[in-house]
């Protein structure tokens, strides 16, 4: 499917608006340090998928989850008001894990005495010395 250039705008505005609202607007103790890592909007608008990230264990994310759908009503209203549309799409929380996975990583490269980011030793990347 072609992803239309007119959704990619509204991902963006949409990701946008919610960010600025976790850092001021949302007075919920359970959201704490949320990051809107991405957004889906769909084709129709009805609906945006919101993938977020959170610094913690399991039962922080499951309470900051909490804390983002009791406070779903307030941010489609934002959204509607900011992006100046009748309905706001319905949104849908999904927790990003990616970087978790990244740290994860990282750590078991370290652990194989590999430094993340490092250039190969000898040679260049297919393995040939030019000597």
Do not use: C, W
């Not at 609906?47 to 309470?63: I, M, N, P, Y």
């Not at 900051?64 to 008001?81: D, V």
């Not at 990244?102 to 040939?128: C, F, Q, T, V, Y």
């Amino acid at each position: 499917m072609v992803k239309s250039f007119r959704i990619e705008r509204l991902n963006e505005s949409v990701k946008e608006i919610l960010s600025e609202l976790m850092l001021g607007q949302i007075k919920d103790p359970r959201v704490g340090l949320v990051t809107i890592t991405a957004v889906q909007v769909a084709h129709d608008m009805t609906t945006a998928k919101v993938h977020f990230s959170v610094l913690g264990d399991e039962a922080q994310r499951k309470d900051t989850l909490k804390g983002l759908i009791s406070a779903r009503s307030f941010m489609r209203k934002t959204l509607a008001r900011e992006l100046k549309v009748r309905n706001a799409p319905e949104l849908k929380f999904v927790y990003d894990d990616s970087l978790e996975k990244s740290l994860r990583i990282e750590n078991a490269l370290r652990e194989a005495g590999i430094e993340p980011g490092a250039k190969p030793a000898d040679g260049d990347a297919n393995g040939d010395n030019k000597e």
